[in-house]
């Protein structure tokens, strides 16, 4: 039998964890600075996918 073998790399952050990343990033960001904005559309992708990964499946309801 097939079996998917365990991710390599680094583990995605959960959505809470990604979220307190990015309310972090906001924060700390100084007056008159360049807005990080590179940093910004990481952490809300991966906000994104944290999400995403933690929805109940469609038709789970039906179960």
Do not use: K
């Amino acid at each position: 039998m097939y079996t998917t073998p365990p991710p390599t790399g680094p583990a995605r952050p959960s959505a809470a964890e990604a979220n307190e990343a990015i309310r972090l990033l906001v924060e700390t960001s100084g007056q008159g600075e360049d807005w990080p904005s590179q940093a910004y559309e990481f952490l809300l992708g991966e906000w994104a996918a944290g999400v995403s990964a933690e929805a109940e499946p469609v038709g789970a309801m039906d179960r």
